[in-house]
């Protein structure tokens, strides 16, 4: 079973569902969105994962470790 948070959503479901967050977390939610391989149902190791295969720079990691907080404390 895929990880959740406390709204039964996981990581990937989460990020892109956050349409009106302003500043890095709307950068990642952008990114998210044009990708078609965005791991809609990942945890945030999966979107890491995927950060890493888009050869995406160490800032965009640090927005990821800033979303999974937020989306932990849901």
Do not use: Y
């Amino acid at each position: 079973m895929a990880q959740t948070n406390n709204e039964g959503e996981t990581f990937g479901e989460w990020v892109l569902a956050q349409k009106d967050r302003e500043g890095a977390i709307a950068d990642l939610v952008s990114a998210a969105k044009a990708d078609r391989a965005f791991p809609r149902r990942g945890n945030p190791d999966d979107v890491r994962k995927r950060l890493n295969e888009m050869q995406a720079d160490g800032d965009m990691h640090a927005v990821v470790d800033d979303a999974e907080t937020d989306w932990l404390s849901c």
